[in-house]
C-alpha cells in the first residue's frame, strides 16, 4: 500500500497572512529562534481605515519586539474617552492626565496608523530574519504544507493569521460561533487641514437616537469618524465622497478635514470553536472578530501571537513537550471569547443610551466586567494576580522588563533564598514597586510572554505543576 507522508519541513514555522498578527507572530517567533517563512498574497500593506487604539500591554510587546522607537513615531497617547448622550453631554467616560503610564509601563492607550505600524513590522520581520513573501496566496493545505500558487512550503507549525475571511481555518473545517452582533458601518479617515477646529480631544460615542456615532482623535492631524448605517441604506450610497461630506457637515467642511480613505464594514461577533488543529494553528481575526468600540481586535490578536510564539520556540529549542502548545487554545479561545463579548456589549450600549437615555448604564451590558485573563493552561495557584500580565514599574524613566530577559524569569526579593533551575533567571526585585505581589520569601514566576505563571511560597510545586503544562525548566 503506498504511504503519504508528510515531506521534511523547509523552516520551522509558515505564517499565512501579513497582516499586523501574522507579522507579530513572525518577528517573535523569528527573535526566540525559530526559522520563519511569512507568506501574503498581498504586495503592499491593507490601505483602508482599520485599527486605531493600542492598549499599554500591546505597546510593551511592541517594546518586547524591539519596535518601540518606531511605534512612538506613528502613535499619539489617547487623552480619554466618553460616551454622550443626543445633547453632547457625557453620559459616562474617563480623562486620563497627561504622562500617565498604565500597569504596563506604557500609556493607557495609544492612537497609531495601522498601514505606518504594518510598513515598520514589515522592516522589523526582515531585521529580524524572516523571510517575507509577498504577492504569494495560499490555495491549499495537507497537514503541515501549503500550497500557494508559486509552490508548496512545509513548516514543522504552520499559523493561519489571514484575517477574517481565513482561507486556513475554512481548510481545517474550523466553525465561527457567533456571539451575536452584526452592524454595518461607514469608516471614514481624515486629515485635520485647519487646526484650529473645534474638535473634542477625547475619543468619542455619539449616542444619538438619529444616528450613532464614533469619534476618534488619531495621531498627528488625522480624525476618524465611523457612522452606524440606518436600515436601508446601503453601502455604495454611503460611502461616497459627497455622502461623506454631508455626514461630516456638523463637524467641519471639506476646506477643514481631507478625506482620506473610506470604508464600509459588517461589524460581528464571533470566536472560532478550535484554535488548533495538529500543528496547524489560527491567531487574530482568522480566530476571532469583534465590533471596534473598545479598540481590542488587533490587540486581541497580537496576545494570541506572543502566546504562541514562545510555546513553539520552548518546544523547538527543547525546553517544552507538545502538551505546552494544547495550552494555546486553552489560554487564548477564552480570553479572546471574553474580550469579543465585552466589545459586543459595548456597541449594545451604545445603542441602549442613544434609544434610552442614561438609564441603559443599568442595562448590565458591560457593567461590573473585568479584563479577562488566563484562567488555565501553563499557570498555577490560586493567588489572584495569577493569569494577569506581571507588571512594570517605570523607575527613572525606564521599565523593569529588560531586567526580566527574554525567556522565564523568577521574580523575589534579595534576601529569599531558593534554588532555581538552569531554564529560570532570577531577578531580584523591590517590593515597595510590586505591592500584594513580589514580598519576602515569595516567587514570581513570570513567562516569556509577560504573564504571571505563579506567586508561590513552594517554588518546587510550582515548578512541578507547570511541567504538567510541558514545560522542563531542566
Ligand atoms: C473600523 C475598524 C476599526 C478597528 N479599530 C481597532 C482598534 O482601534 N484597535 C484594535 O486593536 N483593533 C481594531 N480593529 C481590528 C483590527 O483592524 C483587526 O483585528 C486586525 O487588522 C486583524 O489583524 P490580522 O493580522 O489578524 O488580519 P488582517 O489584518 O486581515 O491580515 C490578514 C492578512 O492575510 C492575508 N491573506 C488572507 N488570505 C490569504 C491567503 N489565502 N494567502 C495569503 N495571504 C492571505 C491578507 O492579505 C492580509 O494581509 C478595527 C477594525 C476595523 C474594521
Known sequence: MPTTSTPDPDVDLVVVGCGPVGLMAAIRAAQQGLSVVA?????EVYPLPRAIGMDDEIQRLFATAGMLDGLRSCSTPMPGAEFQDRDGRRVVGYDLTPGLVGPNGHPPVVAFDQPSLERLMQTQALAVGVVLRLGVEVVGLTGTTVQTNKGDITGRWILGADGASSVVRKLLDIALEDQGFDESWVVTDTTLLDPQLPLPRNCIQHCDPARVITFVPGHGTRRRWEFQLLPGETDDEMSTRERITELLAPWGTAAEL?????????FHATVAERFRVGDVFIAGDAAHQMPPFNGQGMCAGMRDADNLAWKLAAV?????????LDTYDVERRPHARGQVEHAADAGRLINAIAHGGEAALESGYGGGRSFPHLEAGCVTGDHPRVGYPFPQPVVDGTGFDHTLGD????????ESRTDLPAGLRRVDAD???FPGLVESGVTVLVRPDRYVAAVTNHTTDALHALGA??????
Not at 39 to 43: E, F
Not at 407 to 414: E, I, K
Open 39 to 43: 507568506i501574503d498574497r498581498l504586495t
Open 316 to 324: 523547538a529549542a527543547g525546553q517544552a513537550d507538545t502538551r505546552l
Open 431 to 433: 517590593p515597595a514597586q
Open 469 to 474: 503544562a510541558g514545560m522542563h525548566f531542566g
Open 258 to 266: 481631507q478625506i482620506d480613505r473610506v470604508a464600509v464594514y459588517r
Open 407 to 414: 525567556g522565564w524569569a523568577s521574580v523575589t526579593t534579595a
